[in-house]
């Protein structure tokens, strides 16, 4: 087959377009379309644009494929963002992706440059312009028919939102385009990822119970039709909303589950993402098992690493500190907290809380009450810019324990335990009837 034979049909397979709807889109004959897609006519220029303009991608595509021009700038933009993202400079990655002329590029590579923009700015802290970005990717992709890359479109907006602290927000937008990728889309794991990562919206904003009841729903679905992959996210995700009901060994058992999933439909490199969530939640348990949250953390080092993910990275740095202050280890865990609150310098996120809280903790264990006040209130800060809901709650109230430890103005203490009291009663009081599910899961023929 002629190359731009293989990639028209690609692109309108892509499209979810017949040739007979392909051709009434693009307003050529039905048999100009079958003879260009079996390589027996010569493309014309001026038909071959309108039918690159119904399918949503360049002429340049059609003829030159992955070597186009637009291709190369594309490439080469998203190669030197990665690089800027290694060093610590997402905000020159934004730069960098935000000079990148979006009107020369089809749906798809329009889609990853948004998506890579969108991530930098979110690491730099521009959580609403992050937010903008994948607004408008969700609606391009969803105007070209392509659901399950609209679906991770989606699920990367509601995650944005929920960590800028607009959870009802996120509920509401969640929904809607739930409702739209479901109605265009065969089941895929972008639908099942979509749908969990909207359960844990429901969780920030309090509406608990609801999200527990429906993740089980989802899990359900999940294991009669889904994939490994997809069962796996789906069990990924209601460890979470068992650890926010306050029940950390079967939180540690759904982890358990995804990680038994490991070796199916190339779910392995979640793997290490999987064990560091496994060390956060060991040790949440009764008792702690710091010994074994260590071992997951070894384990899942070496490819978080190759991966370079300055975020994961300070998330482990953030939780070996907290395991290694329960063992008593106390300049290694103020070291680790350290690195974790250098790797996330610039960037308003709960994770920087986090590791500025674990800081706080780590320096308060070995005597150091004004360092440990400093980096406690910075944590404060940084949970005030981005943090609500009953996740925030658990921070702030281990927040108010830290700096009452520390031996901090009364007041402060206080105020931080006033803030987790707010915090766990946002949103509507959880019930079991809560909104109506979307069911966006068509089992696969």
Same mark, same amino acid.
């Given at each position: ?226 994939? *490994?992959?997809?069962? $796996?996210?789906?069990?990924?995700? %209601?460890?979470? =909303?068992? #650890? /926010? @009901?306050?029940?950390? +060994?079967? &939180? ?64 482990? *740095?953030?939780?070996? $500190?907290?395991?290694?202050?329960? %063992?008593?280890? =106390?300049? #290694? /865990? @103020?070291?680790?907290? +350290?690195? &974790? ?64 430890? *520390? ?39």
């Amino acid at each position: 087959m002629h190359p731009v034979s293989r990639r028209l049909r690609d692109a309108r397979e892509r499209a979810g377009l017949s040739q007979a709807e392909l051709a009434r889109a693009s307003g050529v004959h039905a048999s100009y379309v079958s003879h260009l897609e079996r390589g027996s006519r010569a493309p014309g220029r001026l038909a071959l644009s309108r039918v690159a303009g119904a399918l949503g991608v360049t002429v340049d595509h059609l003829l030159e494929g992955e070597e186009s021009a637009s291709a190369r700038v594309v490439r080469a933009a998203l190669d030197h963002a990665r690089r800027l993202h290694r060093v610590g400079q997402p905000a020159a990655a934004a730069q960098v992706l935000a000079q990148v002329d979006l009107a020369t590029l089809d749906v798809d590579a329009a889609a990853r440059v948004r998506l890579a923009h969108a991530e930098a700015l979110d690491l730099a802290g521009e959580l609403e312009a992050s937010c903008g970005l994948l607004e408008r990717t969700a609606a391009d992709l969803l105007a070209a028919r392509r659901f399950a890359d609209a679906a991770y479109a989606a699920t990367r907006l509601v995650m944005a939102l929920t960590e800028a602290g607009e959870p009802h927000r996120a509920v509401a937008r969640g929904e809607e385009l739930l409702a739209s990728v479901a109605d265009g889309a065969e089941a895929t794991d972008a639908l099942l990822r979509l749908e969990s990562t909207l359960v844990w919206a429901y969780v920030t904003r309090g509406d608990v119970t609801y999200a527990l009841v429906r993740s089980r729903s989802l899990l359900e679905r999940a294991a009669a039709h889904g994939s *490994a992959r997809g069962l $796996s996210s789906v069990r990924w995700n %209601l460890a979470f =909303v068992l #650890e /926010a @009901v306050g029940r950390p +060994q079967e &939180a540690v058992e759904q982890i358990d589950g995804a990680l038994a999933l490991s070796g199916a439909d190339e779910v392995d490199r979640d793997v290490p993402r999987l064990r560091l969530d496994r060390a956060h939640l060991l040790l949440a348990v009764e008792p702690p098992r710091p010994e074994a949250a260590l071992a997951d953390l070894d384990a899942s080092r070496a490819a978080l690493e190759l991966d370079e993910s300055r975020v994961e990275l300070a998330r482990a *740095a953030t939780v070996r $500190s907290r395991a290694l202050l329960a %063992l008593g280890r =106390v300049a #290694e /865990a @103020v070291t680790a907290a +350290q690195d &974790a609150a250098e790797l996330l310098a610039g960037g308003q996120r709960r994770d920087a809380a986090s590791a500025h809280a674990a800081l706080g903790a780590a320096l308060a264990a070995s005597g150091d009450g004004p360092g440990a006040i400093k980096a406690l209130r910075v944590s404060a800060d940084l949970l005030d810019t981005v943090a609500t809901g009953r996740p925030a709650a658990v921070l702030w109230r281990r927040l108010g324990d830290t700096l009452r430890e *520390a031996g901090d103005d009364p007041q402060e203490v206080a105020l931080a335990y006033r803030r987790a009291l707010t915090a766990a009663r946002v949103g509507v009081r959880p019930t079991l009837l809560g909104p109506t599910p979307v069911s966006a899961f068509h089992p696969v023929r």
